[in-house]
């Protein structure tokens, strides 16, 4: 997250805490400022009096400046400036007024007024600098007018601790302006951060919200979908039970057909037992994506269910102009999974192509075993299907346009199945549709 502070902003910021600054010091010099008499009254009796006028009349000034340039919005330093000559020359004339016994204790309360403006001043420190040499030039040009007493007593006497703090005072200004001006910087990034934080909540509590819409919406198409199957599946339950009753009636005049007869209806017998099986699976679609998926595994020879597919779908081949090249092994490869979800993946695999791919085209059966696996192939050299429309003939509830130009609407159920139930049964389905044709491919392990 990458927080941007515009000068303008910051120095608002740092205005409002130089001005939050300057109050605690103008609020502290007018409740405690006039209290200095005290002091006065004690060593400087002759001039408590007229001092004491004095520092009331200073407070009353600064309260009248702070007001009035707060409210006009003026640069807080020139308050501070006039603040600080003020308390200078009350407290400079009185260094050079009062007895040399007791300029200690001035020098001392003008040191701690240097001392306190320093510590508590939020500003560059040019400005301590230039204070404490117009303090300098204050005691200065009072001690030429006012005072009675030489050079040496006036620094022995405190002097020299004045001129020391006041020249050390001068280094905290910078020190403080520095970390205050850090402690503003990381405010505004803090405040910044915050409001970014808020933002980002509130879009995610309104993209939270758009999900909760969505998933709703799918899991009602999902329960339209599931109530459309069961619908549909009960209707081909019928249907395959009224073929199956009609291949059991024709298989009971079994001496009256010729061997082509009894092989054709002994195909359509077992498919109808197969599309029955399947059906019983696959009343609920939601049952093939659990891991509960319950198959009756057997051990068998894949080869020979394949080459049963294969032979089934020739004359539909044949239909489209279609040749269907046979390289299937003809040694037996055992393995042990659903017969029935087996020959049922083969199945819808090679029928899809025989559907989509183009008249008068040659498709590929392959059989082979490689590394104690089984593998199944497809290979349509025609014109490619196209991997998106693949993409959406192996996932659910998907129109597809085939390679003819001709729409076809469909559930999009059988190849999704066919991936799902390779999946279960610890198999791979892979595909591919480039420029050399289609491209289908299922991995089975075999067994000793």
Known sequence: MFVQINKEEFLKEVSKKAWYQT????????????????????YAKDLFFQFFIVRIIITLVIYILFVYLQAHKYNYRILLHVTFFLLSVTSALLCTLVNAQDLNIYFLLYSAIILFFNIQVFWEPINSIIQTLIALLLLAIFFNIFSDYSIDIFITNGG???????????????????????EVRSQILIEKSNEQ????????????SIIDMQYERLRKLDEQKNSFINIAGHDLKNLIGSIIMSTNLVKEEESRLSPDQKEFVGYISQSAEKMQYMLNKLMDVREIESPEMKFNMEIFDINAEVLHVYRGLIETAQMKNIHLIDSILKLPLNVKLDKVFTGQIFQNLLSNIIKFSQTNN?????????????????????????????????????????????IESRLGLGLSIAKLMTQEMGGELSYRSDENGNYFRVEFNVIN
């Open 23 to 42: 109050n605690n010091i103008i609020w502290t010099i007018i409740f405690l400022y006039w209290l200095f008499s005290g002091i006065d009254f004690i």
């Open 160 to 182: 020299q601790y004045f001129f020391i703090i006041a020249l050390i005072s001068c280094l905290i200004p910078n020190a403080r302006y520095k970390v205050i001006l850090r």
């Open 197 to 208: 934080l808020k933002s980002q909540n509130r879009d995610i509590s309104e993209k939270n």
């Open 362 to 406: 040659s498709i590929k059966v392959i059989t082979s075993l490689q590394r104690q696996r089984f593998i199944f192939e497809i290979v349509d050299e025609g014109i490619a299907i196209g991997q998106e429309e693949l993409d959406m003939m192996f996932n659910k509830l998907k129109t597809l346009n085939d390679a003819s130009g001709h």
